[in-house]
């Protein structure tokens, strides 16, 4: 059985850092591509970053570029979202999700497999 957890949200301020954390369970995580996703209240879930298989490549939507770094530890089954410069615009539930594709530039839901049940992130202005 497969299980992708989140944790790490919480409120900040704008201007703020927080850093989520997925782990990963059931699953061969070294050969999946890992992303995070977003989704605000009354808004669709929309691609915030993905990350290779090998850790060695990334992407990222233009909103948090340069603002936010996906990372991963294969060892530890585990991909991360530092999140700095954090806007009220960020704030979200924010989902892990992995892909047999595999690859970094994983940018539609359609090509993930797996989810995880989504941790809420909230800025204040």
């Known amino acids: 059985q497969v299980q992708l957890v989140e944790s790490g949200g919480g409120l900040v301020q704008a201007g703020g850092s927080l850093r989520l954390s997925c782990a990963a369970s059931?699953?061969?995580?070294?050969?999946?591509?890992m992303g995070w996703f977003r989704q605000a209240p009354g808004k669709e879930r929309e691609f915030v970053a993905s990350?290779?298989?090998?850790?060695?490549?990334?992407y990222y939507a233009d909103s948090v570029k340069g603002r936010f770094t996906i990372s991963r530890d294969n060892a530890k089954n585990t991909v991360a979202l530092q999140m700095n410069s954090l806007k009220p615009e960020d704030t979200a539930v924010y989902y892990c999700?992995?892909?047999?594709?595999?690859?970094?530039?994983?940018?539609?839901?359609?090509?993930?497999?797996?989810w995880g049940q989504g941790t809420q992130v909230t800025v204040s202005s």
């Open positions: 999700a992995g892909s047999k594709y595999g690859g970094s530039r994983i940018t539609r839901i359609i090509m993930y497999d797996y």
């Open positions: 059931g699953l061969t995580f070294s050969s999946y591509g």
């Open positions: 990350i290779h298989w090998s850790g060695a490549s990334t």
